[in-house]
C-alpha cells in the first residue's frame, strides 16, 4: 500500500514539474526573478552571519577553562581505550583468520 502512495505522489510531482516548465518567462519576469533571488541570497547570507556571530558569542560568554581541560581528559582517556580495544579486535580477527596451525 504504501507503494501505490509513492507511485501516485511521484506522478503528482512530474505533473507539477512539467507544469512550472511549460510556462515561459518573459525578459521582465526574468529581471524580477534574479533580483529576487539575490535579494533572498542576501537576506540568508545575512541570517547565517548573525546568527555565526550569536554562536560565537555565547561561546565566548560561557567558555570556561575547567570543563576545556575535562574535555581534553575525557578525549585522551576514549582514544586509549578505543586504541586498545581495536588492537585487541585486531589480534582476534587475525587469528580467526589465520587459524590453527
Known amino acids: 500500500m504504501g507503494t501505490r502512495y509513492f507511485l501516485a505522489l511521484f506522478l503528482i510531482l512530474l505533473v507539477l514539474g512539467f507544469e512550472v516548465q511549460g510556462i515561459p518567462l518573459s525578459e521582465e519576469d526574468g529581471a524580477n526573478s ?6 533572498v541570497q542576501d537576506s540568508l547570507y545575512s541570517y547565517w552571519d548573525t546568527a555565526r556571530t550569536t554562536a560565537q558569542g555565547l561561546y565566548e560568554k560561557t567558555y570556561l577553562p575547567s570543563i576545556d581541560e575535562k574535555i581534553r581528559d575525557v578525549y585522551s582517556k576514549s582514544r586509549a581505550a578505543v586504541t586498545t580495544y581495536a ?3 585486531t589480534d582476534q580477527v587475525l587469528s580467526l ?3 590453527d596451525e
Open 87 to 89: 588492537g585487541i579486535f
Open 34 to 39: 534574479t533580483s529576487l533571488l539575490s535579494q
Open 97 to 99: 583468520l589465520k587459524g
